[in-house]
């Protein structure tokens, strides 16, 4: 079936810190891939996407890039801020236009 | 601001009892999805209309129902409601097929 997997439990870091988010997924095909950021008390956000193999998706300083041999697509960002703080998912569509979403990750950054 | 209206924002209600949420899809969006998030199963796609009509069904359970009226909007039924029903509630709506899904800000059900 159709599945994303992001690594387990919150992630924690200082501000300034490098931030590494894994997501990989199972699907049949190849499925564009999203990554979500939910702030707090707030709906989802799309926040990039890529649509095949190799694309690099990019926004607000966070990037990801579709990797086909080792169906992944983590997400990263050079230089975190407070306001990074929120829940991030990884995700995939498939069917009509439905997603599949990880379990998220929350990320805390402190000051 | 997605464009996407869910009302109410916050509901707190009884087990036993049956709500219904509200969603007005982006301005010429056909499509809206329903998805529910809560801590033990993370976000899961309930249903899907598309001009009115269901489209796809996920892990929707037999107690909720959901409907799209002409003016686009949704309901999402929830009947009988038990302890675990307690989770939020987004929808979504697009365009046309592969296009992205915006999501309202969810509705937070408080089942007590």
């Known amino acids: 079936g159709n599945s994303v997997t992001q690594m387990e439990g919150p992630v924690t870091l200082s501000e300034e810190a490098f931030l590494t988010i894994n997501c990989t997924y199972t699907a049949t095909g190849y499925p564009s891939l999203f990554w979500y950021v939910q702030y707090p008390g707030e709906g989802l956000q799309l926040l990039l996407k890529a649509t095949k193999a190799d694309d690099k998706g990019s926004n607000k300083g966070f990037e990801a890039t579709y990797r086909k041999e080792t169906t992944s697509f983590h997400l990263e960002k050079g230089s975190v801020q407070v306001s990074d703080s929120a829940v991030y998912f990884c995700a995939l569509v498939y069917g009509n236009n439905r997603l599949a979403f990880g379990k998220g990750n929350q990320v805390v950054v402190i000051p | 601001d997605s464009g996407v209206t869910q009302t109410p924002k916050h509901l707190i209600t009884a087990t036993g009892q049956r709500v219904t949420l509200r969603c007005s899809p982006r301005?010429?969006?056909?499509?809206v999805y329903w998805y529910q998030q809560s801590l033990d199963q993370g976000l899961q796609f309930l249903i899907q209309y598309y001009n009115g009509e269901e489209r796809a069904k996920g892990n929707i359970l037999e107690r909720f129902s959901a409907q799209q009226f002409p003016d686009l909007h949704s309901e999402l039924n929830l009947s009988s409601l038990e302890l675990g029903d307690s989770a939020l509630y987004f929808c979504?709506?697009?365009?046309?097929?592969?296009?992205?899904?915006?999501f309202g800000q969810g509705t937070r059900l408080t089942v007590v």
């Open positions: 301005s010429g969006d056909l499509s």
């Open positions: 979504a709506s697009s365009g046309l097929q592969g296009t992205e899904a915006f």
